[in-house]
Structures are given as structure tokens and as C-alpha cells.
């Protein structure tokens, strides 16, 4: 790809570990990866702030974060907004922010996601959540979106005949690439005895299915390559796709629930603007917050027959030596879900790789990286490719 | 107080067709049965809001339970779920209930009952809606 004045480059990226931060507020936790990010990206100065956040209001009883965020980082001044489309808000916030900057109404765009979550109880967070889904026809039957993963996980199992622990190399995996990631929650692997014996959350879907949420932020910065100082050093990592689709918010209103045709779209139109077809793409940080959309995610994107994703989840290729790595830094299973903020980790990550500072989450000759992002069970989906410049 | 499912008497009220009874739409254009209503069917993108009384008869698509319920729901935890097929072809997400001792299973044929989905807290308001429990000829 030709690298234009318009060319969106990732300038730099910051991450904050995913856990149980309680020492940290959601403004607190926003500043350390903004600053991190700043930092990371020589010092640049962003025009506009773009914040993907879904549950500060009903969990921290803070909305506008917008505001309340470009002030406290030392912005006070700038455009700012919250982006919101529930789990898929990180790729949404960053699809806006590459728009504005394509268009050359601004040169700098800061991307921030936060989610801070373990100041409430269980019950709270998973009536939070399901507020992102179809809320007067799903969660008023008391449906939580562990409930709707397991629904779709126990029709995939009955439709593709596939075995009970079909989708534990899904979980293997994550666990297995966290183990070197300091930023990850869970820094242990896990052996195949483990998935098949751990408890049950929602038959068919075990603990090792679920991603566990938990306080996250996550920010890089962007910019047209016009505007990179001369002092930019960090290797060029251009956006090459960008696309965001939805889908029917219900899963029931679904022609096929187990087609995440969203997931489909979005995936199809990056890979159109790129001009790349699935077997170009050298890793995809897909979105893991359930095994089962591991799966369901694959397929859409093209690297799998429908029906056939968990297969690959068996015989090693989504490894971080396979031909197509996911969660290699141990993606939402491992590293930690960070609910909103998961777009945002995912197109960090991707950087990260393109730029061969993953150490020993490395993909070797990474050199264009696929990122996606999913809303509810699947209703939103956002997708981005990354190039490493030549 | 503490509103059920965090939702308004009145927006209870709007929904007391669908709720209760089931009452969907059928398209005038395609005659694509729709549940739940929406206006637009969503098979052919024309206007539709003929009224249309479902059967209350169907079979399970897929199934599970719920275990760690959200807030409002927590005292009937556990609880199975389902998503369900109508005999009219459209999908529906609901609550099992009147289980006997036969496991529920894909494919397993239900039928539609009304009952208590929440309460507004201790004192107040009940809400009632569909839930599905198995056809009763089939026992």
C-alpha cells in the first residue's frame, strides 16, 4: 500500500494490565494509558478524543465522559465524545476517529477505552450488560449474555455434530499466549483436563468459555502520516481497512443465529478497501469473549466453513505458530475481557506485532494484522487491518 | 423502588400484546409472520402491521439455564431459557417452565403459557409474560 499524506498510521499505543484495579477510578485508569499513549507516540499533540466506553453510566454512575476525560488528561479544550456499541465500542470509537482523520478535518486523534467494573456486584454488572441486548424482548426473560453464548454454543454443538470440548483450544490458546503477556490477568496455562472438568455456567458453556470482565484502558493515538514529527521512529503501521456493520440486535430476530453476519460484513468490506482475501492476513485478533465466538468468528471472517471454525481451534493453527494466531497476547480470555475497551486492546496488540515489539508473543514476519470486535452477541461488529509500511 | 428488569410500568403497558398473547404481525406483502412486531418485516422490508395472533406452539432451538441471574431475576435462579422455533417460523428468546421430569432437548415441542416474570420489588407491581413449557399433548 502507498503511503499518502491521507495514510492513517497508528502513532502510538498504550495499555493498562486488565484486572481488579481497585486503587484506580475509571478517570484514573483512563489517564495511565492516555499518557502511555502519548508518550508512546513521541509527545504529539491529538485535536479531538474519542472515548468507546459502555458501562460508566449505569456502573460508575458517570456518563459525558467525553468531557470529564479530555480535562483530566491535560486536554481541556479539545472535541470529545463517547462512542458506544457495546462490546464492539473500541473498534466503533476507532472507525469514527480514522473517518475524521481521512477526511483531514483533524491530523491527530486520540482513542481511549476504559471500562471499570469491579466496583459493583455480580448481579449488577450482568444486568448492565444485558442492557446491550434487546432489553423488552431478551433480558426482560431474565436472558444474560453468558445465557445467549450458551444458547448459541449448545445449537453449534447439536447443528455440527461436534464434540463437548470442541471449543477448548480456544481457551488453550489464549491461556497459553498470556503466559508472557505483563499486561494479561490470567498469566497461566491451562491443560485440556482443566476446560473439560471446570464448572459449569450455563450448559454447555463452562469457566474456561467466558472471558472474565474486569477494569481495562486501552489508547492509541492516530494520525495522518502528514503530520508524524520528523523524531516519529516507532516502525509505520498503517490502517488499511476499516469497516463497522450491524446485524439484528435480538439474536432470535437472526435468519441464522449461528452466522454472525455482521461479524461477515464488516470483515468483507476491510478486506475489499485492502484489497486482501483471508489467507494474506497474518493474524487476527478476533473477539474471544466467549470460545464459542471463536469460532462463530472464524467462519465469518472467511478462514472457515461454516461450521468447520472449531476445527481449527484443534489441530494448532491458531497458535501463535499457526497459519492464522489469534489472542496472542492472550486475547479477552486470558488477557482479560475489558468489555468496551476491547477494540481498542485488540488494534494495540496488532500494532505491537506489525512493529516486533511483542517479544515473546512475537508472530514471525507479521506483517498485516486483522482486528475485530463484536457488540452483544454479535449485533454490532467492527474490523480493522493494519500493514507494517514497506 | 427497585423496577423490575429496570423498566417503567408504562413501558410494561406498551407491551402487553406481544406480552400476554403473543400478538405479532403478519406482512400484507410477503405474509411473513413477525414476532416480535416491528413495522418493517424484516424478510421483504415493506410496511407491515396487519395484526397477526400467533399459536403459542412451537420447538426448542436451542436451550440452557441461568445460574448466575441478574439483578431483579436472582431470586428464581436457576432458571432454564431457551430460544424457541414457532410453528409460524419466527424465533423467540423465553423461560421455560412446568418442566417434568423429561430433559428438555432441540427439538423438544412446546407451547405457550403466561406467567409471573418479575416483581417490582417485595410490594410491588407483578409482571407476567410468556414463557413456554412443554406441549402438553406430548406428555
Known amino acids: ?390 | 423502588m427497585n423496577r423490575f428488569a429496570g423498566m417503567e410500568t408504562s413501558q410494561h403497558w406498551r407491551l402487553k400484546q406481544q406480552r400476554y398473547s403473543l400478538v405479532g404481525e403478519v406482512c400484507p406483502h410477503c405474509t411473513s409472520k413477525i414476532f416480535p412486531p416491528r413495522d418493517i418485516c424484516p424478510d421483504c422490508g415493506e410496511d407491515a402491521r396487519d395484526i397477526y395472533q400467533f399459536s403459542g406452539r412451537g420447538e426448542v432451538y436451542s436451550h440452557t439455564t441461568v445460574y448466575q441471574a441478574p439483578s431483579g431475576h436472582t431470586e428464581n435462579a436457576p432458571y432454564p431459557v431457551a430460544i424457541v422455533r414457532l410453528e409460524e417460523g419466527p424465533l423467540v428468546t423465553a423461560q421455560l417452565t412446568d418442566l417434568g421430569s423429561e430433559p428438555v432437548e432441540i427439538g423438544t415441542p412446546v407451547e405457550m403459557v403466561t406467567r409471573k416474570l418479575g416483581a417490582d420489588g417485595e410490594r410491588g407491581m407483578l409482571v407476567y409474560g410468556y414463557k413456554f413449557r412443554p406441549a402438553v399433548a406430548e406428555r
Open chain 1, 1 to 390: 500500500m502507498k503511503e499518502n499524506a491521507d495514510t492513517v498510521v497508528v502513532a502510538g499505543v498504550g495499555i493498562m494490565p486488565v484486572g481488579e484495579h481497585w486503587e484506580l477510578s475509571l478517570r484514573h485508569l483512563a489517564l495511565e494509558a492516555i499518557s502511555a499513549a502519548q508518550s508512546d507516540a513521541g509527545g504529539i499533540r491529538p485535536q479531538a478524543l474519542y472515548v468507546a466506553n459502555m458501562l460508566a453510566p449505569a456502573l460508575s454512575g458517570q456518563s459525558h465522559l467525553g468531557a470529564l476525560l479530555a480535562d483530566f488528561a491535560g486536554m481541556r479544550g479539545v472535541e470529545a465524545s463517547t462512542i458506544e456499541a457495546a462490546g464492539a465500542s473500541g473498534g466503533v470509537a476507532v472507525r469514527h476517529a480514522y473517518l475524521a482523520l481521512k477526511s483531514g478535518a483533524i491530523d491527530v486523534a486520540l482513542v481511549l477505552g476504559v471500562e471499570k467494573v469491579t466496583d459493583k456486584a455480580s448481579g449488577q454488572v450482568q444486568a448492565a450488560l444485558a442492557t446491550g441486548t434487546d432489553s423488552e424482548y431478551e433480558a426482560i426473560q431474565g436472558i444474560t449474555l453468558n445465557a445467549q453464548a450458551a444458547l448459541l454454543m449448545q445449537r453449534y454443538l447439536f447443528e455440527h455434530d461436534a464434540p463437548k470440548d470442541s471449543l477448548a483450544g480456544f481457551s488453550l490458546t489464549a491461556h497459553q499466549n498470556a503466559v508472557s503477556n505483563p499486561n494479561a490477568m490470567f498469566r497461566k496455562a491451562i491443560k485440556p483436563e482443566q476446560y473439560a472438568n471446570s464448572p459449569i455456567i450455563s450448559e454447555p458453556l463452562n469457566t474456561f468459555d467466558v472471558a472474565p470482565l474486569a477494569d481495562g484502558a486501552a489508547a492509541l493515538v492516530l494520525a495522518r502520516a502528514s503530520a508524524l514529527p520528523d523524531g516519529h521512529d516507532l516502525p509505520r503501521v498503517l490502517i488499511a481497512g476499516s469497516a463497522t456493520a450491524t446485524s439484528a440486535l435480538a439474536v432470535h430476530d437472526r435468519p441464522d443465529p449461528l452466522t454472525l453476519a455482521a461479524a461477515k460484513q464488516s470483515a468483507g468490506e476491510a478486506m475489499l478497501q485492502a484489497a486482501l482475501s483471508p489467507e494474506d492476513i497474518g493474524l487476527f485478533e478476533l473477539h474471544d469473549s466467549f470460545s464459542i465466538f471463536g469460532a462463530l468468528s472464524l467462519e465469518a471472517a472467511g478462514f472457515a466453513d461454516r461450521g468447520r471454525g472449531w476445527k481449527l481451534a484443534q489441530n494448532g493453527d491458531i497458535s501463535l505458530t499457526g497459519d492464522i494466531p489469534i489472542a496472542t497476547f492472550g486475547g479477552s480470555k486470558a488477557r482479560g475481557d475489558p468489555g468496551a475497551a476491547t477494540g481498542i486492546y485488540q488494534l494495540a496488540e496488532a500494532t505491537l506485532q506489525l512493529q516486533g515489539r511483542a517479544n515473546q508473543n512475537q508472530v514471525s514476519d507479521a506483517a498485516i494484522a486483522m482486528t475485530q470486535c463484536l457488540g452483544g452477541s454479535g449485533a454490532t461488529a467492527s474490523t480493522h487491518i493494519l500493514r507494517r509500511a514497506n
